[in-house]
């Protein structure tokens, strides 16, 4: 590919973090899907990390958005913002051409928002690959002998799965109940049990620090700061590992759920080699202590996280080949 095109981006357009890939460099840009902008200026003030610093936290004037929801385009003209801010720091001088993921199971209307929007933004062409088949590639699973794998990404606004069988997706499916489902999940929990109003970056500390799919032995705690539902002013509280545990079953049983459904509809042939193959597990969900041991006991199948869940299908879409796509 490298002889095919001069320079090559792939591109995990995520609706929680963007990740940028350059063959031969590696993972150039790890940055969050977030854009400020100054509304009474019209202009961007900041993109990725030093935008999420101001989330939640601007006057009104200015206003820190996350352009990508449930893994599709929410907002098109922040999106095009955000990518042409990424794509010049691989190039101020070449037109790059770019693979970029979509979730499994897009509309057609989705899949072409993602492609124009990249054009606009600077690619010269650009390609589109399923996150599930990214993942793999990114995992260094072999895609081109005719076996079953299977492949749940969780990512920030949708958690794809599909089981796979020579380099394409056999059964696919893709759910929006992921990470930031997770975070709204605890950001309820600490309203119901502590009338406490928290943002969304304290519920996602809460999620990685106490966070667990299954329950723990030993029982942790943490420190949360919020706003009081009952009289306005900030308060802190003490928040156990178990009931951030028991605010996260309910969302990671819909994953199951679906992850059942999906095997449900696999050929038999292919199911029987799941049982050799298994499952792998990737994107940044799959940090989530404990859900690995719960989705064995929920299928039976082995089950396996990738070496860098988080990177995976930043890697896949640099390594696939657009010829195929």
């Given at each position: 590919m490298?002889q095919l095109?001069?320079?090559?981006?792939?591109?995990?357009?995520?609706t929680?973090?963007?990740?940028?890939?350059?063959?031969?460099?590696?993972?150039?840009?790890?940055?969050?899907?977030?854009?400020?902008?100054?509304?009474?200026?019209?202009?961007?003030?900041?993109?990725?990390?030093?935008?999420l610093?101001?989330?939640?936290?601007?006057?009104?004037?200015?206003?820190?958005?996350?352009?990508?929801?449930?893994?599709?385009?929410?907002?098109?003209?922040?999106?095009?913002?955000?990518?042409?801010?990424?794509l010049?720091?691989?190039?101020?001088?070449r037109?790059p051409?770019?693979?970029?993921?979509?979730?499994?199971?897009?509309t057609?209307?989705?899949?072409?928002?993602?492609?124009?929007?990249?054009?606009?933004?600077?690619?010269s062409?650009a390609?589109?690959?399923e996150?599930?088949?990214a993942a793999?590639?990114?995992a260094?699973?072999?895609?081109t002998?005719?076996?079953g794998?299977?492949?749940v990404?969780l990512?920030?606004?949708?958690?794809?799965?599909?089981?796979?069988s020579?380099?394409?997706?056999v059964?696919?499916?893709?759910?929006?109940?992921?990470?930031?489902?997770?975070?709204?999940?605890?950001?309820?929990?600490?309203?119901r049990?502590?009338?406490?109003?928290v943002?969304?970056?304290t519920?996602?500390?809460l999620k990685?620090e106490?966070g667990?799919?299954?329950?723990?032995?030993?029982?942790?705690?943490?420190?949360?700061?919020?706003?009081?539902l009952?009289?306005?002013?900030?308060r802190?509280v003490?928040?156990?590992?178990q009931?951030?545990?028991e605010?996260?079953?309910?969302?990671?049983?819909?994953?199951?759920?679906?992850?059942?459904?999906?095997l449900?509809?696999?050929?038999?042939?292919?199911?029987?080699?799941?049982?050799d193959?298994?499952?792998?597990?990737?994107?940044?969900?799959?940090?989530l202590?404990?859900?690995?041991?719960?989705?064995?006991?929920?299928?039976?199948?082995?089950v396996?996280?990738?070496?860098?869940?988080?990177?995976c299908?930043?890697?896949?879409t640099?390594?696939a080949?657009?010829?195929?796509l």
């Amino acid at each position: 590919m490298s002889q095919l095109f001069s320079l090559h981006v792939g591109i995990d357009l995520g609706t929680a973090n963007l990740l940028l890939y350059v063959k031969g460099r590696g993972i150039v840009a790890r940055e969050p899907s977030v854009v400020a902008l100054d509304r009474n200026a019209g202009k961007v003030l900041a993109v990725g990390s030093e935008a999420l610093k101001m989330l939640g936290k601007t006057p009104s004037h200015i206003v820190a958005v996350r352009p990508l929801r449930d893994g599709v385009i929410a907002n098109y003209d922040v999106t095009l913002t955000m990518l042409r801010h990424f794509l010049r720091l691989v190039s101020k001088l070449r037109r790059p051409t770019a693979t970029i993921c979509v979730p499994a199971g897009v509309t057609s209307v989705e899949r072409r928002a993602v492609r124009e929007a990249a054009l606009a933004a600077g690619a010269s062409r650009a390609w589109l690959i399923e996150e599930p088949v990214a993942a793999a590639l990114g995992a260094g699973i072999d895609m081109t002998r005719p076996g079953g794998t299977m492949v749940v990404d969780l990512g920030g606004g949708t958690t794809d799965i599909a089981v796979l069988s020579m380099g394409s997706a056999v059964v696919s499916e893709s759910v929006r109940v992921a990470g930031d489902r997770l975070d709204e999940a605890i950001s309820r929990m600490l309203r119901r049990s502590h009338n406490l109003m928290v943002g969304e970056q304290t519920a996602e500390s809460l999620k990685i620090e106490l966070g667990s799919a299954v329950p723990v032995a030993q029982t942790r705690q943490m420190e949360v700061r919020g706003r009081d539902l009952v009289n306005g002013l900030p308060r802190t509280v003490l928040v156990g590992s178990q009931e951030v545990q028991e605010a996260l079953s309910e969302p990671i049983a819909a994953i199951l759920e679906a992850v059942r459904g999906v095997l449900e509809r696999t050929p038999p042939e292919l199911a029987a080699d799941l049982l050799d193959q298994g499952v792998v597990l990737t994107g940044g969900g799959a940090l989530l202590s404990g859900l690995d041991e719960l989705l064995h006991q929920a299928t039976g199948l082995p089950v396996r996280v990738a070496d860098d869940p988080i990177t995976c299908v930043a890697l896949g879409t640099g390594l696939a080949d657009p010829r195929n796509l």
